[in-house]
Structures are given as C-alpha cells and as structure tokens.
C-alpha cells in the first residue's frame, strides 16, 4: 500500500516537473530604439524555463499580409550582425547591428522555447515560441551648418562657433555643448532652438579640442568644430644632471589639439646658439629615440664630458605648426661622488696637524704656569694667618 501511495507522489511530482519544463518566460525584453546611420543599435534579451530555453532572433520587414520574416544569424548582412548567447541558469541573447543603413529599419523578434520538438518541422510543437519584438527605426544624419568649419590659433586669438540645424523634420527639446566629450558647463538649456552658438575667449592649448553642439532631438544629432593649435611642448625637466660613463634620459610632452605628428632633437652648439645639430635615431648606438603622439623621449649613451654635456633641443610638430623646448644636461666625472668624501679626510688632516705642531712649539715654563699661582696663594694664607694669631695676642 506504501508503495503505491510513493509511486502515485512520484507520478505527480514527475508530472508536476514536466509541467513547469513546459514554462518558458521573458524576464528581459529587447526595447525600441532610434538611431542615425552608421551608428550601433543593442537588443538584449533573457528567458527563463526549465530545461533552459533556446532564444533566436528574427527580422519582419514590412506589414501583413505583405510582410517578410528572416532568421537572423551571427554575422549576417555582411558581418553587421553579432549575436552573442549564454545559457547559464537561464538563456541571455544579445543583438548587436553594427553600421547601421536605412534598410536595417524594421521589427526585430526574440523567439524563445524550451518544448523538445520545437525545431522539428513535422511535429508542431506542444508549446509555441514565445516573441517579444522591438523597432529599430534609421534616420539620415540631420543638416546641421557649422561656423567656421575650423579654428586655429595662427589667424585668431578668440573665437565664436555656431550650429545651424536646418532640417525640420526633428523636434528639438533643448541643446548643449561639448569640449572632448565633456558636456560644457552652463552650456545646457532646455530651449527649442535651432540655431546655437559658444564663445571661445582665448584660442590656446587648454581650450583646443573638439567641439559639438548636441540637439535633444530623437535621436539626438550633433556637429563637430575643430579648434587647433600648434603644439604646446614642455620638457620634463629643464635640467638634468648624469654620471660619466652612464647614461641620461631627456623627456618632452606637449599639450593641445592635435597633437604632433612629428618628433625631432637637435643637440645646439656651444659656440654658436643658433645653430642646431640634428640628432638622428641609433647613430653610432649613442641615440636612441622612442616616440608617442603626446610624448619624447631621447636617450643618451655612454656618457662623455666634452662631447655630451650641453643643451638638448626637443621639438614637436603638427599641421598647424611646431612647438620646442630646451634641456641643459650636465655630466659630472666618475670620481664626482668622491669629492665629499676626500674633502672631509683632507680637513681632519689638517687639523690633526695644527694641533700637533701647537703641541709641538709650547715653552716648558708655559707648561708650568699652571702650578705657580697655587703656592702664591698658599703663601699668602700663611701670611693671613700669622696676622690674626698676632692680633688675637
């Protein structure tokens, strides 16, 4: 009687089981979005079920009774599309259309199922897909007319940039600035206008970059206005010293927008200043030179005195122009760290020698000095003595 009553539970639980094996469900939908062209566009979504359901991803274009439906796969439309799946405790999928085109404008489907059969064609699957689905709408990139299309520091020294959007078909909510990315302050506001400027006071290294006027529209839609300078190079240290026989490492950065494309050193001469002595990269295993857009670095091998002390020139160039900046290396001998130390012994030499030859030159009777004013004073305390027993007679 037991038997049958555990196997009626076990047949209930197995059936109870097989039940909820037969749920799947959304706990993540994909979510509408707007986007320009060229730009990126994400769908996420995640199912759970039991066992772990299988997600895919569809496109409809157009509507019934004339639409069309295509199963998406990872690097679809030209390597655009990338699906990237997990399905760890419960299924996740994400749609990534990269480079977008008009003809991306359409639904997108999550199709998700868990049911064994849901592949096979000629058994209709006991539970159907579930679908969740999202628009992903492609708009032309908005006219927008920049003044001036570019600013430099060779003809100005301040400057106004200005927006225009001349398309009417966005509706725009407010607009703001950037300056490299980061939104400008004060520079926010809430009006519908179309048309938007921003004053540069000064045109130098601090205030070059890229500038963006951003519409709040849907999508928002900007523009971009480069402000350039030439570079803006400082050295590292503007003095550096180094021991004979090593070797000394000069450093230049530069600053602003955009930064050199090109790095030279030059080595001046000590008899003329004006002229200047390339310094060419491996010459001779003395040089070495490692280069960064924004940094310079020149090593200096094998240190000599006569040859390698003096003022090292770094310069940085760009399309605007060219920047330098000056180091005065120093290189001290190999016995520099003695110096101190020899200096030292030398003093205590000489002092030990004056004193010994003091010691040497003193008089005897100068020795004595010391001794005679002691029996003075006895002497006279004798006398003092004498003095007062008299007295006392």
Not at 335 to 350: C, D, H, M, N, R
Request: a negative charge; glycine letters at 4%.
């Amino acid at each position: 009687m037991r038997r049958k009553l555990l196997g009626v539970i076990l047949a209930v639980c197995i059936g109870w089981f097989r039940a909820e094996a037969l749920t799947a469900g959304f706990i993540k939908s994909p979510l509408s979005q707007m986007k320009l062209i060229e730009d990126n566009a994400e769908l996420d979504c995640e199912v759970i079920g039991n066992p772990i359901p299988e997600v895919q991803w569809w496109f409809i274009e157009g509507e019934e009774p004339i639409e069309t439906v295509t199963q998406l796969f990872d690097g679809a439309r030209e390597d655009r599309v990338h699906i990237n799946a997990t399905y760890i405790n419960h299924a996740t999928s994400t749609l990534v259309l990269t480079n977008l085109t008009l003809n991306d404008t359409g639904v997108y489907e999550c199709r998700a199922s868990n049911d064994p059969d849901r592949n096979d064609l000629r058994t209709p699957p006991k539970v159907k897909w579930i679908r969740s689905q999202a628009n992903v709408i492609v708009f032309e990139h908005a006219a927008i007319t920049t003044r001036p299309e570019m600013v430099s520091d060779q003809n100005q020294t301040a400057a106004t940039l200005t927006c225009n959007l001349t398309n009417t078909d966005f509706t725009i909510k407010g607009y703001y600035w950037t300056h490299n990315g980061k939104i400008i302050d004060k520079s926010k506001s809430s009006v519908g206008k179309a048309y938007i400027e921003h004053e540069i006071a000064k045109i130098d290294y601090h205030s070059s970059g890229l500038y963006s006027c951003v519409f709040q529209t849907e999508p928002e839609v900007n523009a971009t206005i480069e402000v350039k300078v030439t570079p803006h190079v400082v050295a590292y240290k503007h003095s550096e010293n180094a021991n004979e026989k090593d070797k000394a490492v000069l450093i230049c950065v530069s600053h602003g927008y955009p930064l050199p494309t090109d790095w030279e050193w030059y080595k001046l001469s000590e008899t003329d200043a004006a002229k200047k002595i390339p310094i060419v990269n491996g010459t001779d295993d003395k040089y070495e030179i490692k280069n960064t857009p924004n940094k310079t670095t020149l090593y200096v091998k094998n240190l000599e005195i006569d040859k390698d002390m003096g003022i090292y020139l770094c310069m940085g160039t760009n399309d605007i122009g060219s920047g330098d900046d000056k180091i005065q290396l120093r290189v001290r001998s190999q016995l520099a760290a003695l110096w101190p130390f020899l200096g030292i012994v030398a003093e205590v030499i000489i002092l030990i020698t004056v004193i010994f030859i003091y010691e040497k030159r003193r008089k005897p009777d100068e020795i004595n000095d010391g001794a005679a004013p002691l029996k003075s004073n006895a002497a006279t305390n004798h006398k003092d003595k004498n003095v007062r027993q008299r007295n006392s007679n």
